[in-house]
T-cell receptor
Framework: QQQVKQSPQSLIVQKGGIPIINCAYE??????FPWYQQFPGKGPALLIA?????SEKKEGRFTISFNKSAKQFSLHIMDSQPGDSATYFC????????????FGTGTRLLVSP | NAGVMQNPRHLVRRRGQEARLRCSPM?????VYWYRQLPEEGLKFMVY????????ESGMPKERFSAEFPKEGPSILRIQQVVRGDSAAYFC?????????????FGDGTRLSIL
């Protein structure tokens, strides 16, 4: 029940394409869903986050879509660039007073020139 | 650099030795989290600390692992009598205060290798 399942494991798109990464969760107590970007040798960096009271959130070229009834959320990267090549992690936490993040297993994205 | 600082960046230990990993949170942050990342896997929560207090250590192995965040100085993750399975990247994150809407800022991790 604490798991967050992420797919696909890896993804290759051409420059300008729209990669989509999906995550699913079981625990309905989760109420905070962030996405992190990680480059090799670096720590995860927060990209964008969403709460269940909205179905979509956009920040720049990054969009989260959230489907509360299906317990699924996804990340879309518009007009993807080679510099977006990285590993992306979804995560979830519940309102316990602090963020005890449960991470997905990651998606390795390669954007070809 | 006002980010979360972790050191060392790389640490090599032989089986049975002790490993000490340090984390200095961002300026003004008094909440620290430790996560472990095994190869090709996501990060797994280990422990959450505030100054001088362990709040949640539900992700810490019961033996050989300990963490502290003293009043002065960095947070320390200590692994005694290391084994090959402890090889991983260990990440520290910090937040300014308690609250589920406080984003965590991560350091660049310590890569621990056990020979």
């Amino acid at each position: 029940q604490q798991q967050v399942k992420q797919s696909p494991q890896s993804l290759i798109v051409q420059k300008g394409g729209i990669p989509i990464i999906n995550c699913a969760y079981e625990n309905t107590a989760f109420d905070y869903f962030p996405w992190y970007q990680q480059f090799p040798g670096k720590g995860p960096a927060l990209l964008i986050a969403i709460r269940p009271d909205v179905s979509e959130k956009k920040e720049g070229r990054f969009t989260i879509s959230f489907n509360k009834s299906a317990k699924q959320f996804s990340l879309h990267i518009m007009d993807s660039q080679p510099g977006d090549s990285a590993t992306y992690f979804c995560a979830a936490s519940k309102d316990t007073g602090f963020q005890k993040l449960v991470f997905g297993t990651g998606t390795r994205l390669l954007v070809s020139p | 650099n006002a980010g979360v600082m972790q050191n060392p960046r790389h640490l090599v230990r032989r089986r049975g030795q002790e490993a000490r990993l340090r984390c200095s949170p961002m300026k003004g942050h008094s909440h620290v989290y430790w996560y472990r990342q095994l190869p090709e896997e996501g990060l797994k929560f280990m422990v959450y600390l505030q100054k001088e207090n362990i709040i949640d250590e539900s992700g810490m192995p019961k033996e050989r692992f300990s963490a502290e965040f003293p009043k002065e100085g960095p947070s320390i993750l200590r692994i005694q009598q290391v084994v090959r399975g402890d090889s991983a990247a260990y990440f520290c994150a910090s937040s300014p205060r308690e609250g589920s809407n406080q984003p965590q800022h991560f350091g660049d991790g310590t890569r621990l290798s056990i020979l």
